[in-house]
């Protein structure tokens, strides 16, 4: 997983800016649920509701693409196009319900599938409500303090989906601070929940020291 992280940090992104009323969904293009090299997505399949990103992320640098190969009635199909740089990206936004098939055109087998409910609107929090988080300094060597208005619980995890921490935060507004000391540098996000669903998905970076 060191390995990992240090080729994604290499690559100097820049942090992706969110909706706040809407949840990036990440998956990986290019590796395993290990966090290894492969021909897969994973997770390969994800739940999501409209008004949701989805954001392919390459992870190693080998050449994929992502292309539907059905959406439903009425949204758009997608096309990455061949990419091969480790953090390169894309990303596509949900705006009908139902079931979408993608796959990479150049490795058989290599698919996935994203299974969307809602209708128009579903799952995007109330703008007239303020749940948006901010993290900072960004990127951070050590410690990371989040600022949180209204939000039950942030959980950061790595770039394979596995939760690394997370912290109750009563709904109330506020700060708290983690500690990243043990962590390789590369990317995170971190996931904010209100009354027990996801609000939103962030990334942050960790540098090193």
């Not at 080729?7 to 290894?36: E, F, K, W």
């Not at 128009?120 to 929090?125: F, H, K, P």
């Not at 394979?160 to 708290?176: A, L, M, P, R, Y």
Request: glycine share 10%.
């Amino acid at each position: 997983m060191k390995k990992l992280y240090t080729i994604i940090c290499a690559s100097a992104l820049t942090l992706l800016s969110v909706d706040a009323n809407a949840t990036t969904i990440v998956v990986g293009v290019g590796l395993n649920a290990s966090g290894t090299a492969a021909n897969s997505f994973t997770p390969s399949t994800v739940s999501a509701v409209v008004g949701d990103v989805i954001q392919f992320t390459w992870t190693y640098p080998n050449p994929h693409n992502v292309t539907s190969t059905s959406v439903p009635a009425g949204a758009a199909t997608f096309a990455s196009g061949t990419l091969s740089t480790s953090g390169a990206m894309f990303s596509y936004t949900i705006t009908v319900a139902g079931t979408y098939n993608y796959q990479c055109t150049l490795h058989s087998g290599m698919t996935g599938t994203i299974n969307v409910t809602g209708g128009s609107g579903a799952g995007i929090t109330d703008p007239t409500q303020s749940l948006a988080t901010t993290a900072y300094p960004t990127p951070f060597s050590s410690n990371i303090t989040f600022q949180y208005n209204g939000v039950d619980k942030i959980s950061v995890f790595n770039v394979v989906g596995e939760q690394i921490k997370s912290v109750e935060t009563g709904g109330n507004f506020g700060t708290i601070e983690m500690n990243f000391d043990e962590m390789a540098a590369g990317i995170y996000f971190y996931r904010t929940y209100k009354d027990g669903a996801i609000f939103e998905t962030r990334k942050i970076v960790k540098s090193k020291k």
